[in-house]
């Protein structure tokens, strides 16, 4: 039995297309932790942005949805 050719497949095998950043797991909630912890490690509370703060606050509300006890 012979497979299909892997373009006919549609996987990609070329990695320099591929984006260099990691995209979250939204069903993961260490890695939506992890991502919240990272966030407030390099960012100036005091100084925020409208666009960090709302980014922030829905990790944080995805965070509690997915079960976390934490509170930051």
């Known amino acids: ?3 299909a050719p892997d373009n006919l497949l ?3 095998k ?3 297309m591929e984006s260099r950043y ?3 797991n939204i069903l993961d909630l260490k890695e939506v932790e992890a991502e ?3 966030l407030l490690s390099i960012v100036n509370l ?3 942005d409208d666009q960090t703060f709302e980014y ?3 990790l944080v ?3 509690k949805s997915l079960g976390s006890v934490r509170s930051w």
């Open 1 to 3: 039995m012979s497979l």
């Open 14 to 16: 070329d990695n320099e």
């Open 46 to 48: 005091d100084t925020i």
């Open 36 to 38: 919240i912890d990272t």
């Open 22 to 24: 990691k995209k979250l």
């Open 10 to 12: 549609g996987i990609r």
């Open 61 to 63: 509300k995805l965070a």
């Open 56 to 58: 922030l606050n829905s």
